[in-house]
């Protein structure tokens, strides 16, 4: 059976919840999201009876609701030895990116395989990688960028190396690293390292001497990303006695010509007004009887309390009634209803920014840790509640909104919480606050 013959998107397939329909035979699936990329592949001797309780299924289902997923399959014989092959063929193949992700990981979104490879590249950058050359004829590999990174002896930075590919390596994608050696702990450890993208292939490894290049490197890049790298006589002199070098040669023009997408750096030509801004990740909704667990931190500004949620990733939120409390005083509003949802959305929607277009608030049963006391509440990321309290809406003096905006404001006894948090963050921000009380 040739793999890259077969036409999978005219495989007989199912939507992901009508799983019900699968036939009772053996075969190999493929799960494929809404653009027909296949995210998923596995292998069974009866489909239907595999999917009745499948273990990625709760998974895929929650993936399912931004981007309708199919399950497609070939029917095989129900020799396991053959279905065992034609499974690692395929994923060998198609590289799909969830058969390297753990089961009980979330999927929020499956990220883009040239993203993944810059950001993976960037970080190599900063650990001095060097490009040492590229092989654009290698008979029995694809086209091969080989890097190098700095060993000092025994020692090296091959334990950073291999904790970020590993990290980039959790993260649902289509591109994935390979460490395919790795020296003995008596040699250091030092490990290989290979990944590939549309016909290209990298290759990492340790090199013995590299700081001694490091200050006569030129610059070049791979998808947009800055490395030093050899000169063309630094590589001729080391290779000069070398034999079985195929084509090597210096990297001249980047292989991989895709534009930098870099948030954190300036737009040229950005037109004026245009703010950037990091984007919300939303929280993954919990199942129905589960309780978010969460800590508490106090924070003071002015003499006002801000009670913060934290989740077990250091993101912080605040609970709705806080809001409400400040902008309207209204302290017993732990009440689920559709009117606060809606009132939410509506504010949010006054701001100026697009940074929180489409977030979908929700009731949950919030669970503190510190005393296990629940309560249910609507969670507002924290950086949404400062832009919300850096508008002046609910301020009605014009001319105390003037004085503020001039830094010539004075705190008075008499003034609301609503005007203390709306003065102070005009120059200050929770984020900073937080980061100042942690230290």
Known sequence: MLLENINLSGLPSVYLLDKHRLPNCAAIYFVSDSKGQIIYIGRTINLVERWKAHHRFNQLKRFNRKNSLNISWISCNRDVETLSKLENEFINLYKPPLNWSKVVAPIRKITPAETALQKSLEHLAKLNTMIFGFDPILDKELPTIYLVYPVYGMKGVSGSIRTALKNFNKKASFLKWKEYQTQPKRSGKFGYWTTEYKDLRIDIS???????????????TIAGVEFM????????????NEDNISGLGALEDDPIPIELVDKHEAIKGKKKGVIEFESWEELEPMSEGEARVMNRKFVYVNDVEIEVCVNDNGKYFVRHNLY?????????????NDITIKRFQDEIDRLPTIRWSGYRFRYETIRF?????????????????EDLMKENYGVHNTNLIEEIKKGEYISKPNDSERIKLFAWLQSNSFSS?????NS
């Open 206 to 220: 340790p090199a013995q001497g590299l700081v001694d290049f490091m200050h006569n490197s030129i610059r070049r």
């Open 229 to 240: 790298a050899f000169s063309r006589e630094q590589l001729e002199t080391i290779l000069e």
């Open 324 to 336: 409400l409390w400040i902008m309207y005083q209204k302290k017993n509003s732990d009440v689920p």
């Open 369 to 385: 840790s510190e005393d296990d006391a629940e309560v249910d509440s609507l969670l507002v990321p924290l950086a949404m509640f």
């Open 433 to 437: 606050l937080l980061q100042t009380n």
